[in-house]
Protein backbone atom coordinates (compact mmCIF):
# COMPACT_ATOMS: atom_id res chain seq x y z
CA UNK A 1 0.00 0.00 0.00
CA UNK A 2 1.32 3.46 -0.88
CA UNK A 3 1.38 4.55 2.94
CA UNK A 4 3.74 1.74 3.59
CA UNK A 5 5.94 2.83 0.94
CA UNK A 6 5.99 7.24 2.92
CA UNK A 7 5.90 5.20 5.98
CA UNK A 8 9.51 3.81 4.69
CA UNK A 9 10.14 7.52 3.50
CA UNK A 10 9.59 9.38 6.48
CA UNK A 11 11.81 6.91 8.66
CA UNK A 12 14.72 7.32 6.92
CA UNK A 13 13.40 11.45 7.14
CA UNK A 14 13.22 11.58 10.66
CA UNK A 15 17.20 10.35 11.00
CA UNK A 16 18.06 12.48 7.36
CA UNK A 17 21.50 13.57 7.44
CA UNK A 18 22.20 17.37 8.06
CA UNK A 19 23.07 19.91 5.73
CA UNK A 20 25.16 22.72 4.98
CA UNK A 21 22.26 24.96 5.46
CA UNK A 22 19.18 24.95 6.89
CA UNK A 23 16.06 27.20 6.67
CA UNK A 24 12.86 27.20 8.65
CA UNK A 25 10.00 29.62 8.20
CA UNK A 26 7.03 28.86 10.24
CA UNK A 27 3.12 29.97 9.69
CA UNK A 28 2.47 31.36 6.24
CA UNK A 29 -1.30 31.03 6.55
CA UNK A 30 -2.41 31.63 2.96
CA UNK A 31 -0.08 34.73 2.36
CA UNK A 32 1.90 34.54 -0.53
CA UNK A 33 3.39 37.61 -0.94
CA UNK A 34 4.95 36.76 2.95
CA UNK A 35 5.85 33.16 2.18
CA UNK A 36 7.76 34.08 -1.29
CA UNK A 37 9.50 37.67 0.75
CA UNK A 38 10.87 35.20 3.36
CA UNK A 39 12.52 32.88 0.95
CA UNK A 40 13.97 35.75 -1.08
CA UNK A 41 15.10 37.14 2.72
CA UNK A 42 16.91 33.85 3.23
CA UNK A 43 18.35 33.78 -0.41
CA UNK A 44 16.37 30.18 -1.52
CA UNK A 45 14.40 31.69 -4.12
CA UNK A 46 14.53 34.39 -7.06
CA UNK A 47 12.34 36.96 -7.78
CA UNK A 48 10.53 34.86 -10.24
CA UNK A 49 10.16 32.50 -7.41
CA UNK A 50 12.92 29.33 -8.83
CA UNK A 51 14.95 27.90 -6.10
CA UNK A 52 18.29 29.23 -5.89
CA UNK A 53 19.50 27.48 -2.59
CA UNK A 54 21.43 24.78 -4.62
CA UNK A 55 22.15 22.18 -1.38
CA UNK A 56 20.61 23.92 1.32
CA UNK A 57 17.50 22.48 3.05
CA UNK A 58 13.99 24.43 3.51
CA UNK A 59 11.78 23.38 6.22
CA UNK A 60 8.05 25.20 6.03
CA UNK A 61 6.61 23.97 9.33
CA UNK A 62 3.21 23.91 8.71
CA UNK A 63 -0.03 26.00 8.59
CA UNK A 64 0.11 27.18 5.28
CA UNK A 65 -3.75 26.86 4.94
CA UNK A 66 -6.94 29.52 6.58
CA UNK A 67 -6.63 33.16 7.08
CA UNK A 68 -5.59 34.19 2.98
CA UNK A 69 -6.75 33.93 0.05
CA UNK A 70 -3.24 32.74 -1.91
CA UNK A 71 -3.65 28.88 -0.23
CA UNK A 72 -3.87 27.00 -3.23
CA UNK A 73 -1.45 29.16 -5.05
CA UNK A 74 1.25 28.50 -2.06
CA UNK A 75 0.09 24.60 -1.79
CA UNK A 76 1.65 24.35 -5.52
CA UNK A 77 4.04 26.90 -5.89
CA UNK A 78 6.03 24.95 -2.40
CA UNK A 79 5.33 21.82 -4.23
CA UNK A 80 7.21 22.75 -7.76
CA UNK A 81 10.12 23.98 -5.38
CA UNK A 82 10.16 20.88 -4.15
CA UNK A 83 10.77 19.33 -7.49
CA UNK A 84 13.13 22.14 -7.94
CA UNK A 85 15.14 22.08 -4.91
CA UNK A 86 15.45 18.20 -5.30
CA UNK A 87 17.05 18.66 -9.00
CA UNK A 88 19.54 20.97 -7.59
CA UNK A 89 20.96 18.91 -4.97
CA UNK A 90 18.73 20.68 -2.21
CA UNK A 91 15.79 19.57 -0.22
CA UNK A 92 12.00 21.43 0.51
CA UNK A 93 10.67 19.51 3.69
CA UNK A 94 6.63 20.60 4.29
CA UNK A 95 5.23 20.16 7.90
CA UNK A 96 1.58 19.62 8.25
CA UNK A 97 0.54 21.89 11.50
CA UNK A 98 -3.29 22.44 13.14
CA UNK A 99 -4.48 24.11 9.68
CA UNK A 100 -3.89 21.61 7.21
CA UNK A 101 -5.63 18.80 9.89
CA UNK A 102 -8.41 20.78 10.38
CA UNK A 103 -9.35 21.22 7.01
CA UNK A 104 -9.10 17.62 6.45
CA UNK A 105 -11.72 17.38 9.41
CA UNK A 106 -13.35 19.63 7.15
CA UNK A 107 -13.32 22.58 10.13
CA UNK A 108 -13.39 25.67 7.80
CA UNK A 109 -13.79 28.32 10.58
CA UNK A 110 -10.92 30.41 9.47
CA UNK A 111 -11.60 29.83 5.54
CA UNK A 112 -11.89 33.22 4.02
CA UNK A 113 -14.08 33.70 0.95
CA UNK A 114 -11.15 33.45 -1.33
CA UNK A 115 -10.38 30.50 0.27
CA UNK A 116 -13.16 28.65 -0.54
CA UNK A 117 -13.27 30.18 -4.24
CA UNK A 118 -9.65 29.48 -5.31
CA UNK A 119 -11.15 25.25 -5.04
CA UNK A 120 -14.44 26.24 -6.55
CA UNK A 121 -13.56 23.70 -9.59
CA UNK A 122 -12.90 20.79 -7.78
CA UNK A 123 -15.79 18.37 -8.44
CA UNK A 124 -18.14 17.58 -5.60
CA UNK A 125 -18.71 14.22 -3.82
CA UNK A 126 -21.25 12.67 -3.03
CA UNK A 127 -19.85 12.97 0.86
CA UNK A 128 -19.89 16.73 0.69
CA UNK A 129 -23.14 17.63 -1.33
CA UNK A 130 -25.07 18.43 1.97
CA UNK A 131 -22.48 21.08 2.09
CA UNK A 132 -23.37 24.57 0.99
CA UNK A 133 -22.28 24.89 -2.11
CA UNK A 134 -18.98 27.78 -1.91
CA UNK A 135 -17.76 24.84 0.72
CA UNK A 136 -18.19 21.57 -1.59
CA UNK A 137 -14.91 21.79 -4.26
CA UNK A 138 -12.43 23.03 -0.65
CA UNK A 139 -14.14 19.85 1.16
CA UNK A 140 -13.73 17.77 -1.74
CA UNK A 141 -10.38 19.12 -2.49
CA UNK A 142 -9.15 18.08 1.72
CA UNK A 143 -11.56 15.27 2.73
CA UNK A 144 -9.27 12.08 3.47
CA UNK A 145 -8.15 10.74 -0.11
CA UNK A 146 -9.17 14.10 -2.03
CA UNK A 147 -6.70 15.28 -4.27
CA UNK A 148 -5.23 18.08 -1.77
CA UNK A 149 -5.40 16.10 0.88
CA UNK A 150 -3.39 13.31 -0.70
CA UNK A 151 -0.98 15.77 -1.30
CA UNK A 152 -0.74 16.80 2.81
CA UNK A 153 -0.24 12.79 2.99
CA UNK A 154 3.10 13.54 1.71
CA UNK A 155 4.49 15.57 4.57
CA UNK A 156 5.10 14.28 7.84
CA UNK A 157 4.09 15.67 11.41
CA UNK A 158 7.37 15.74 12.76
CA UNK A 159 10.83 15.54 11.31
CA UNK A 160 13.85 15.66 12.20
CA UNK A 161 17.38 16.81 10.14
CA UNK A 162 20.55 16.18 11.40
CA UNK A 163 20.59 17.47 14.98
CA UNK A 164 17.62 19.46 14.64
CA UNK A 165 14.18 18.37 14.88
CA UNK A 166 10.93 20.79 13.36
CA UNK A 167 7.44 20.28 14.32
CA UNK A 168 4.55 22.50 13.95
CA UNK A 169 3.69 22.82 17.56
CA UNK A 170 6.01 20.66 19.98
CA UNK A 171 7.27 17.49 20.72
CA UNK A 172 6.09 15.65 24.15
CA UNK A 173 8.29 13.01 25.94
CA UNK A 174 4.82 11.16 25.31
CA UNK A 175 5.22 11.60 21.44
CA UNK A 176 8.76 9.73 21.69
CA UNK A 177 7.21 6.77 23.70
CA UNK A 178 4.32 6.40 21.22
CA UNK A 179 7.18 6.96 18.00
CA UNK A 180 7.98 9.42 15.60
CA UNK A 181 7.17 7.59 12.94
CA UNK A 182 4.55 6.05 14.24
CA UNK A 183 2.60 9.28 14.11
CA UNK A 184 4.04 10.34 10.69
CA UNK A 185 2.44 6.85 9.27
CA UNK A 186 -1.18 7.14 11.26
CA UNK A 187 -1.18 10.69 9.92
CA UNK A 188 -0.66 9.40 6.46
CA UNK A 189 -3.08 6.69 6.28
CA UNK A 190 -6.15 8.69 7.26
CA UNK A 191 -5.08 11.88 4.79
CA UNK A 192 -5.10 9.30 1.68
CA UNK A 193 -8.27 7.82 3.25
CA UNK A 194 -7.59 4.47 4.34
CA UNK A 195 -8.02 4.79 7.86
CA UNK A 196 -10.07 6.73 10.65
CA UNK A 197 -8.41 10.20 11.96
CA UNK A 198 -6.19 9.05 14.81
CA UNK A 199 -7.06 9.62 18.26
CA UNK A 200 -3.95 11.80 19.10
CA UNK A 201 -5.04 14.52 16.00
CA UNK A 202 -7.26 16.56 18.40
CA UNK A 203 -5.65 16.74 21.76
CA UNK A 204 -4.50 19.53 22.84
CA UNK A 205 -1.27 17.71 23.65
CA UNK A 206 -0.86 16.53 20.00
CA UNK A 207 2.61 17.54 17.96
CA UNK A 208 0.32 19.83 16.05
CA UNK A 209 -1.76 21.79 18.73
CA UNK A 210 1.05 21.67 21.88
CA UNK A 211 1.84 25.44 23.24
CA UNK A 212 4.40 23.60 25.97
CA UNK A 213 7.91 25.26 24.90
CA UNK A 214 6.19 28.68 23.62
CA UNK A 215 4.17 30.53 25.75
CA UNK A 216 6.01 31.81 28.26
CA UNK A 217 7.69 28.45 29.17
CA UNK A 218 8.35 27.52 32.80
CA UNK A 219 11.30 25.85 34.07
CA UNK A 220 9.08 22.65 34.17
CA UNK A 221 8.53 23.24 30.43
CA UNK A 222 12.49 23.86 29.97
CA UNK A 223 12.88 19.85 31.95
CA UNK A 224 10.26 18.63 29.96
CA UNK A 225 11.93 19.68 26.49
CA UNK A 226 15.20 18.35 27.46
CA UNK A 227 13.75 14.88 28.13
CA UNK A 228 12.32 14.94 24.86
CA UNK A 229 15.50 16.30 23.23
CA UNK A 230 17.30 13.58 25.29
CA UNK A 231 15.03 10.71 24.08
CA UNK A 232 15.79 11.76 20.19
CA UNK A 233 19.10 12.43 20.77
CA UNK A 234 18.67 16.02 19.34
CA UNK A 235 20.44 19.20 20.00
CA UNK A 236 16.88 21.68 19.15
CA UNK A 237 13.63 21.68 18.46
CA UNK A 238 12.25 23.91 16.12
CA UNK A 239 8.23 24.65 16.03
CA UNK A 240 5.56 27.18 14.90
CA UNK A 241 2.06 27.36 15.60
CA UNK A 242 2.37 29.64 18.35
CA UNK A 243 2.90 34.00 17.61
CA UNK A 244 5.66 35.34 18.85
CA UNK A 245 4.89 38.93 19.41
CA UNK A 246 8.34 40.71 19.07
CA UNK A 247 9.65 38.03 16.32
CA UNK A 248 11.54 34.59 16.23
CA UNK A 249 12.55 33.51 20.04
CA UNK A 250 14.38 31.40 21.96
CA UNK A 251 13.84 29.42 25.20
CA UNK A 252 15.18 27.09 27.49
CA UNK A 253 18.66 28.06 26.69
CA UNK A 254 18.20 27.57 23.01
CA UNK A 255 16.97 24.00 23.18
CA UNK A 256 13.93 24.99 21.44
CA UNK A 257 13.56 28.02 18.51
CA UNK A 258 9.74 29.17 18.03
CA UNK A 259 9.59 30.84 14.69
CA UNK A 260 5.98 31.82 14.20
CA UNK A 261 6.52 35.57 13.77
CA UNK A 262 2.94 36.13 12.45
CA UNK A 263 4.29 37.36 9.03
CA UNK A 264 1.35 36.53 7.52
CA UNK A 265 -1.57 39.59 6.55
CA UNK A 266 -3.57 38.47 9.06
CA UNK A 267 -1.08 39.30 12.23
CA UNK A 268 1.35 41.55 10.53
CA UNK A 269 4.40 40.72 12.63
CA UNK A 270 8.06 40.93 10.92
CA UNK A 271 9.28 38.48 7.77
CA UNK A 272 11.79 36.29 9.10
CA UNK A 273 13.08 32.84 8.77
CA UNK A 274 15.73 30.80 10.65
CA UNK A 275 19.19 29.83 9.66
CA UNK A 276 20.88 27.11 11.09
CA UNK A 277 24.68 26.22 9.80
CA UNK A 278 26.35 24.00 11.51
CA UNK A 279 26.23 24.91 15.71
CA UNK A 280 25.38 28.59 14.27
CA UNK A 281 21.78 29.75 14.69
CA UNK A 282 20.62 33.09 13.38
CA UNK A 283 17.14 34.80 12.67
CA UNK A 284 16.66 36.51 9.25
CA UNK A 285 15.02 39.82 9.26
CA UNK A 286 14.01 42.53 11.26
Not at 103 to 119: I, K, L, S
Amino acid sequence: MQWAVMWCAWALLAAAPGAPRVVAIGDVHGDAAAAWRALRLAGLVDAERRWTGGHAVLVQTGDVLDRGDDERALLDGLARLQREAAAAGGRVVLLNGNHELMNVQGDFRYVTPGGFAAFADVPATDAVKRLPRRAQGRAAAFRPGGPYAQQLAERPIVARIGDTVFVHGGVLPQHVGYGIERINAEAAQWLQGEAPEPAWVRSPDSPVWSRDYCRAPSAGDCVLLGRTLAALGAQRLVVGHTVQPKGIRSHCDARVWCIDSGMAKAYGGPTQALSIEGDQVRVLGR
